[in-house]
RNA sequence: ACGCCUGUAGCUCAGUUGGAUAGAGCAGCGGACUUCUAAUCCGCAGGUCAGAGGUUCGAAUCCUCUCAGGCGUGCCA
């Protein structure tokens, strides 16, 4: 039984965000540009970045001149020596200096603490935006669901990735697209519609008191179930014992029923039709909700029951063209050689008696999307499965459309494991989304119930919104910080013990630490704004570091959209969260009981743009904070 | 059989695309609360980067082979 991407695990920058006349990209600029300058001035043709540098007595950012030395035919110390003279002090260096063949940056601390902190108090989360060199439209498809059961943990990552990377890119400066490809027709829906048919006494979600696609995945399930005490009857009357497929295809009175909706269905029958669009519309009321809970948004959202007759010109065209040959028994196929040299073997993009198959409309709407939106990225958020399917249709778009194929980007990701093993949705071996969410609520709500009674001050006497407010963000940053954790690429196990739990690099424990800063806020009693005059009470080495690392914010977005890599934000989040509650937790820095006025003033500031940064990069995961917890 | 992906501390993961001393979290052990919110923090311990060759100033990172695991190679989606 075929899965459709979603369910195997596919399941413009405005001017107000360029880097025009923003603290924070003009200081990476600079930085940026006279070390790229001085490489060129020598010589060299292909410029490194200066990078963090191991520690900080080496420098604050930093690159190595060994791979100049072949080329420019000198000892690496001199060219190092070279470009260090060359990149010069002033501005925003404070120092350049060399170091066996590396040459290292030292910023002037006080000067990038007013531009990250002015900048910060003046754009607040927008401060790190926009930074994005070549702004573009970006077309990203995820989600891409079946209307006939819920949505489960594997479309959880999915949805999440899409969200993510969908964030990231627009707040880095493009223009994002996000399209949603409904998998709402086939031989699938046509069972479960034959289920409810049967046995759905004419209830409806409402009627059960059930959520719609919950409502409709019961079908499923139930038709599998009933297919499968049909094909044992069967196995035990005739003695012999079909392939499940060649039983459904066959004998299978539920078989022959199912595949009879279909043909109804897509001869336009108007009791069939009308069925569908019934189920379909309460299980996509189910999903919306999911969606809204998740924070997911679409642009556009395409049925497959619409575009799956996309592509067949297209491949009539590419016949003509010669891409593709007719073979004798009339379907259409290509060399697959002709995408890859190392492949061999044929693909089939029109059967025999003209109809299409899966790539057929993915060649289909992939064109559509480039007439209608000209887009200079095309991403599919789709499990790394399907890998060979996306190599072939990029493959396939470029021989149809030179230049079309590399503009397509699949974001393959890994699936999402059970301590038990891989989850089969007939087997019910599924972690179910919105269960799923429901678990973490109730846990997180239990353990502030927990805090409650033990007499601390900020969960006691909750209000009960706040509390389902304050449960709810938990549960959302626990799931989302969790499955953010990973490498898109990678596949991960999802532990419920694990995800559950508050300790360490948890979304709960970021949450935690932005709350601390608002504390500090509160208490302090006014909302800081920037003043120049206490910059340079922040000097410690503590508060110099926060502060580098509240600059790097743009460099890990830029790093994260270009990699499509939301990973990258989480392991930011963290490290900003944790290195401010080693602060916070340090009795020998007093923060807002700090006897000093200016010195509070200060280091509430520092702190405030701490709490600032940390809503930003959390937000970019489609996390929310707590101004209390 | 072939192709792609993965293999780093007891466990789960990072490692800036070939650079400086391989880093976090969890678990373990030992410490810090009449709190700036302890859902926290500090310290200790923990490594043959799967293995073997190779490339070079330099390799967890690149090339070859081997081993182990995952996923693919449909007129399914």
């Not at 003009?26 to 790229?36: C, G, K, L, N, Q």
């Not at 060129?40 to 080496?58: C, F, N």
Request: glycine share 8%; hydrophobic share 40%.
């Amino acid at each position: 039984m075929p899965d459709t991407r979603s369910d195997v695990a596919r399941p413009c920058a405005g001017m107000e965000d360029c880097g025009m006349g923003n603290r924070v990209h003009d200081a990476w600029t600079e930085i940026r540009t006279r070390v790229e300058r001085a490489q060129r001035d020598i010589g060299v043709t292909d410029p490194v970045e200066a990078v963090k540098a191991p520690s900080e007595d080496l420098g604050h950012l930093g690159f190595p001149a060994f791979s100049f030395a072949r080329q420019l035919r000198r000892n690496p110390n001199e060219i190092a020596g070279d470009l260090a003279a060359r990149i010069g002090t002033g501005g925003i260096l404070k120092s350049v200096t060399t170091a066996k063949g590396y040459v290292n940056l030292f910023l002037d601390e006080e000067r990038l603490a007013s531009a990250v902190l002015e900048e910060i108090f003046e754009s607040g989360d927008r401060f790190a935006a926009g930074g994005a060199a070549a702004p573009g439209t970006w077309v990203i498809e995820y989600s891409s669901p079946n209307t006939n059961k819920p949505l489960h943990l594997g479309h959880i990552r999915n949805n999440l990735l899409g969200m993510g990377i969908s964030r990231i890119a627009e707040y880095h400066g493009q223009n994002v697209v996000k399209v949603n490809l409904v998998n709402d027709r086939g031989i699938h829906i046509c069972k479960t519609m034959l289920a409810y048919r049967e046995w759905g006494e004419g209830k409806t979600p409402e009627s059960a008191g059930v959520k719609g696609d919950h409502f409709v995945g019961e079908y499923y399930v139930r038709f599998d179930k009933e297919f499968r005490k049909e094909l044992s009857e069967y196995a035990q009357q005739s003695g012999a014992k079909p392939e499940e497929d060649a039983f459904f295809n066959g004998p299978s009175r539920l078989g022959q029923a199912a595949r009879e909706l279909l043909r109804k269905w897509e001869q336009g029958d108007a009791d069939t039709l009308s069925l569908w669009r019934r189920m379909n519309d309460w299980v996509l009321g189910g999903f919306a909700r999911t969606y809204e809970r998740m924070g997911c948004r679409f642009d556009l959202t395409q049925f497959e029951s619409e575009t799956w007759r996309f592509g067949k010109q297209l491949v009539e065209e590419g016949l003509a063209m010669g891409v593709f040959a007719r073979r004798e028994d009339g379907a259409v196929v290509l060399d697959v050689a002709r995408v890859d040299p190392a492949l061999s073997g044929e693909k089939v993009l029109l059967r025999s008696d003209g109809t299409s198959v899966y790539m057929t409309q993915d060649i289909g709407t992939a064109a559509k999307r480039v007439d209608q939106f000209t887009p200079d990225r095309l991403i599919y958020v789709v499990g790394d499965e399907q890998n060979y399917h996306f190599k072939l249709l990029f493959g396939i778009l470029d021989l149809l459309r030179p230049g079309m194929g590399r503009r397509c980007h699949h974001l393959a990701y890994g699936m999402v494991r059970l301590p038990e093993g891989r989850m089969k949705s007939r087997e019910g071996t599924v972690v179910d989304a919105d269960d799923l969410m429901d678990e973490l609520n109730s846990m997180a709500r239990e353990e502030i119930l927990v805090r409650a009674r033990e007499g601390h001050a900020h969960a006691e006497g909750v209000s009960e919104t706040d509390l389902s407010d304050r449960s709810e963000k938990i549960a959302q940053a626990a799931l989302k910080f969790f499955v953010f954790r990973f490498t898109p690429r990678k596949s991960f196990e999802y532990d419920p013990k694990q995800s559950i739990d508050f300790a360490g690099q948890t979304g709960p424990y970021c949450l935690y630490a932005y709350a601390r800063t608002r504390s500090l806020v509160r208490k302090a009693g006014t909302e800081p704004r920037f003043d120049a005059g206490l910059v340079p009470l922040l000097a410690l080495p503590v508060e110099r570091a926060l502060v580098r690392q509240l600059f790097e914010l743009p460099v890990v977005v830029e790093k994260s959209a270009e990699t499509l890599d939301p990973s990258k934000i989480a392991e930011y989040a963290f490290n900003l969260a944790a290195s401010f509650a080693r602060m916070f937790n340090d009795k020998e820095y007093p923060i807002v009981t700090c006897e000093d006025a200016r010195l509070r003033q200060a280091r509430v500031m520092l702190a405030a743009a701490v709490g600032i940064t940390l809503k930003t990069a959390l937000g970019l995961l489609g996390i929310d904070v707590l101004e209390e917890m």
